[in-house]
């Protein structure tokens, strides 16, 4: 049986855990649209997102802050929860593990994606780099054969 104390506490760690669900779920929902920001190749739209999702990811660590009590105790308040709440805490727990999961197996997605776009432009920025270097040397070569010719003629 729980206390009235106790009852409190595990009304809050349910609390808690409900509220860090909710926000991994609108996370993840972000996270999804970011992939076809980052499809789209346009950064304002993108950088708002990552502005959004660094709201939520602040939001996930005041929840993880009020946890920490919970956490440094967790096999003593784990182990006095009644079974019903035992099963709700444990989904709870699983529905965070695998929203976050989730979420940095798509952020990692993004991240290569971003990462082969940037590559592929330090290359054609070479290439362009190279080509005006090769020109400058086309024009540099062609003045002096001209002023080497005008000087031939005098």
């Not at 926000?23 to 990552?50: C, E, I, K, M």
């Amino acid at each position: 049986m729980v206390a009235a104390g106790e009852t409190r506490d595990v009304t809050a760690l349910i609390g808690l855990l409900e509220e860090q669900r909710g926000l991994y779920g609108r996370l993840r929902l972000l996270a999804d649209r970011q992939r076809g920001l980052v499809v789209q190749d346009d950064p304002q739209p993108l950088l708002s997102l990552l502005t959004e999702r660094q709201r939520l990811v602040d939001g996930l660590v005041g929840v993880n802050a009020r946890l920490a009590p919970y956490r440094s105790e967790w096999t003593t308040v784990y182990g006095g929860l009644d079974e019903p709440r035992r099963r709700q805490v444990a989904e709870l727990l699983e529905e965070a593990n695998a929203a976050l999961g989730s979420i940095l197996q798509s952020d990692n997605h993004d991240t290569a994606a971003l990462t082969a776009r940037r590559q592929g432009m330090m290359k054609e920025l070479a290439t362009v780099d190279a080509g005006a270097r090769a020109g400058a040397a086309y024009a540099a070569a062609g003045a002096t054969a001209r002023s080497r010719m005008a000087d031939a003629e005098a």
